[in-house]
């Protein structure tokens, strides 16, 4: 007699399988943590009877106030500070090895000089930024539980506002613009997924599958358009990054600019680039052209399919240190324990994530410069929605990352898009030009995002949620607390068991992100 086995169950996606797993271990995580939060809130209360009308404050009862803030404001200085100037480090020594200097890497003075390594008031400025918005912000939450003798979601959303005066550590108002602009778009996914949540409202479209790649494209599309057609939108740093990652010259773009708003080419400085890149010989520039041809956008090969393989391959080289440098001592400063368990694994997970994130970069580069050489190819006439069009397909290129990455990705180069059209919309004085607008929209959002981590938390991108508790409010979310309670030893139990297997199990998922930590130019490297 022949038995049939029992059906096998059906298949299931092991990668998100494990990350709604480690999605329950951390909504598990944090809750007990908050039955530790109320444990201390209740002890201090009995332990200041005679504050019976005051809220206890969410800190040690043995640790004062001002200790706490000014504790909270010096970790998330050094924590900052350390970031920007480990990254600094690690893109001077890429310098120096890709000049086969390897001898200097070992010189301190070639490695860390002021001259070749100026990154000390950035990243000063970057750490003000981060301590005094946790210090104040820390301090102003004390004093508002002692003088409204209450705990209410309007202190953290009134602390968070002032805190976010912190924003005026940075000089550059585009940074601080471009910063302002990404806490809208956070803000905005909190508030959707609170009213999603509450069946209150539901985007049309939200649950495509590819819902984030569109976004993206769409972003990126404007993005490109904006660096093109309309370069003073964007900020100069990111430019600059734009312009050095991509392999058309900037006087090709201005002649560019110019062809299609019918304006006279600059043919000096058009000819001055052709003789520099050993095209002298070229005697066909004319003042009004209707395009400028691929001879004068690549002059050093005439196969367009030769070019564009050049510049994939160029950009990955010039990018992978820059991703490599962002990915891999963001994650060592900030979780040193577990490099210091496994600094080999960390390093090749480092590596496998710079990859991945390089190749996506040069096949966007890649896509851009085919996209306006098979236009030429097929029209005479340039037009500057092509642009456009160019960068919208070029995002497609945000398939070769993982999933998980690409809304992170979408809402990095989001704000950019904003940005730009924030600026064009001033500059045909559609919208006012009101000065430091961007430090009260900065303060504004800083108050929202404090309201919605400690109300409604599961609103927030994990990652988001994540680093803002590493950096801003890593006392609230790491306290130490005075009794051994049952959660705690629940709590300590969890991270033993779950660590080993989650480490094992997440390995093509765990490697530290750079588009976590993506900053689009290094200045003074």
Same mark, same amino acid.
């Given at each position: ?21 480690? !999605?329950? !271990? ?90 070749? @390594? ?15 918005? +946790? ?21 953290? $959303? ?138 004068? $956008? ?41 490099? +210091?368990?496994?600094?080999?694994? +960390? ?10 994130? +390089? ?65 064009? @919309? ?41 680093? $803002? ?6 006392? $609230? ?25 989650? !480490? ?13 930590y993506n900053l689009e130019s290094i200045p003074g490297l």
């Amino acid at each position: 007699m022949v038995t049939s086995s029992p059906p096998s169950p059906p298949h299931l996606d092991n990668s998100d399988a494990e990350r709604r797993l480690h !999605e329950a !271990e951390e909504r598990l995580r944090e809750a007990i943590e908050e039955l530790q939060r109320r444990q201390r809130r209740a002890a201090a209360h009995a332990h200041h009877q005679h504050h019976l009308d005051c809220p206890p404050c969410d800190h040690s009862p043995d640790e004062s106030c001002v200790a706490h803030a000014i504790g909270n404001l010096c970790q998330s200085f050094l924590l900052s500070y350390g970031v920007r100037v480990g990254i600094g480090i690690l893109l001077r020594a890429f310098k120096l090895a890709r000049g086969h200097s390897y001898s200097s890497l070992l010189d301190l003075k070639q490695l860390v000089s002021e001259k070749d @390594l100026i990154v000390r008031e950035e990243a000063c400025r970057i750490g003000l930024l981060f301590g005094g918005f +946790t210090g104040s912000y820390h301090a102003l939450r004390c004093l508002l539980r002692k003088l409204r003798k209450k705990e209410a979601p309007s202190n953290a $959303i009134l602390a968070g506002s002032v805190a976010g005066f912190s924003i005026l550590a940075l000089n550059d108002s585009s940074r601080r613009r471009t910063l302002a602009l990404y806490l809208l778009v956070r803000l905005a996914q909190c508030a959707y997924n609170s009213a999603k949540s509450k069946n209150k409202f539901h985007l049309w479209g939200s649950h495509w599958r590819h819902g984030d790649s569109l976004l993206f494209a769409i972003a990126c599309a404007q993005v490109m358009y904006a660096f093109v057609m309309r370069p003073e939108s964007l900020p100069k740093s990111y430019q600059d990054f734009i312009q050095k990652t991509g392999p058309v010259a900037e006087p090709v773009y201005k002649a560019v600019r110019d062809s299609c708003r019918g304006h006279p080419v600059d043919i000096l400085s058009l000819s001055a680039y052709l003789s520099k890149r050993g095209k002298s010989d070229y005697s066909k520039l004319e003042e009004f052209p209707s395009i400028i041809p691929c001879s004068i $956008i690549h002059p050093g090969t005439n196969s367009c399919l030769s070019h564009n393989a050049k510049a994939t391959s160029a950009t990955f080289k010039k990018t992978f240190p820059l991703y490599f440098s962002l990915t891999f001592v963001p994650f060592v400063v900030l979780h040193l324990q577990k490099f +210091t368990d496994a600094p080999f694994r +960390t390093f090749w997970l480092a590596v496998k994530g710079a990859v991945r994130s +390089t190749a996506f970069l040069s096949a966007f580069v890649g896509i851009f410069q085919a996209v306006i050489c098979l236009h030429r190819k097929v029209a005479s006439k340039d037009h500057k929605l092509v642009y456009w069009i160019a960068g919208g397909l070029s995002a497609l290129s945000v398939l070769l990352e993982k999933k998980g990455r690409r809304g992170e990705l979408a809402l990095y180069v989001l704000p950019r898009a904003g940005d730009s059209l924030w600026c064009i @919309l001033v500059n045909r004085h559609l919208l006012p030009d009101i000065k430091n607008a961007e430090v009260f929209l900065f303060s504004m959002c800083m108050g929202g995002m404090m309201y919605y981590l400690e109300y409604e938390p599961e609103t927030m991108a994990p990652f988001l949620r994540g680093l $803002i508790r590493r950096f801003l409010a890593s006392r $609230i979310s790491n306290p130490s607390p005075p009794n051994r309670t049952a959660s705690y030893t629940y709590l300590q139990a969890l991270d033993g068991m779950t660590k080993p297997k989650l !480490e094992e199990r997440r390995d093509s998922e765990s490697e530290p992100s750079s588009e976590k930590y993506n900053l689009e130019s290094i200045p003074g490297l």
